[in-house]
């Protein structure tokens, strides 16, 4: 099965190294339905890609915030791990004993509680945390990511995401590098009212950062 719809490239206007594939359609996310999936399986996993959109993301930071700690979310790992080193390398201050980052990725329980284990809180506990996510359409994972940061005692340095839907969560400034005005026919909606729905337009896949399982 393929989709109705081409992907289309879309290149950031803050670095055209970094770019993502935009396919039109009707998608199911956890809390939304969408008008359009972004896949930026290639962005989080090429090399080059992710170094590229790290240097980008580490231009927000640098000189004006103190990080110790880079909680990566939906699989942006690699570029978090990149993003560590460019604010190292930039000189950015870091509040821990080894003058380093830490970079970590969360849990998740069995009824979805977003959770550090003991071993890593105390890479949380007291540190500034910086938040990455590869994308944000409610705003619903970054304020369930930021309830945890804060029950585990860390101080959130920063919010930024690959794409957002909203510019501000939870009154924190969310940095990006493709924002809605890169995507203008970017919708979400609710699941009860979904303009697709209620037309009978069937659901094509079901999606999330990770990818998508086609209906």
């Known amino acids: 099965m393929q989709f109705k719809h081409q992907a289309v490239k879309i290149y950031s206007s803050y670095n ?34 992710a170094r590229a959109a790290a ?13 110790d700690t880079i909680v990566c979310m939906d699989g942006t790992d690699v570029i978090g791990s990149y993003l560590a080193e460019e604010l190292t390398h930039s000189g950015i201050m870091s509040m821990n004993q080894h003058k ?26 007291g ?12 705003g619903r994972t ?11 005692g ?12 909203s510019d501000h969560v939870a009154g924190q ?15 979400t909606y609710p699941h009860n009212s979904c303009p697709y729905c209620q037309a009978g337009r069937k659901i094509e896949a079901i999606v999330n950062s990770y990818g998508y399982s086609k209906l």
């Open 16 to 49: 055209n190294k970094v770019s993502i594939n935009v396919i039109p359609g009707h998608f199911a996310t956890n809390h939304s339905h969408i008008t359009h999936y972004i896949d930026m399986s290639v962005l989080k996993s090429r090399q080059s890609m």
């Open 55 to 67: 240097k980008s993301i580490a231009s927000e930071y640098v000189s004006t915030t103190v990080v």
């Open 100 to 125: 380093a980052m830490y970079v970590v990725t969360p849990e998740f329980d069995s009824i979805g509680q977003m959770i550090f284990r003991d071993n890593i809180q105390p890479m949380i506990k």
């Open 127 to 138: 540190r500034h945390v910086l938040l990455l996510l590869a994308s944000a359409t409610t």
């Open 142 to 152: 970054i304020e369930q990511s930021l309830d945890c940061i804060s029950y585990y």
């Open 154 to 165: 860390g101080i959130v340095a920063g919010i930024s995401a690959i794409f957002s839907a």
């Open 173 to 187: 400034k969310v940095h990006t590098l493709f924002k809605n005005s890169d995507l203008p026919e970017y919708k």
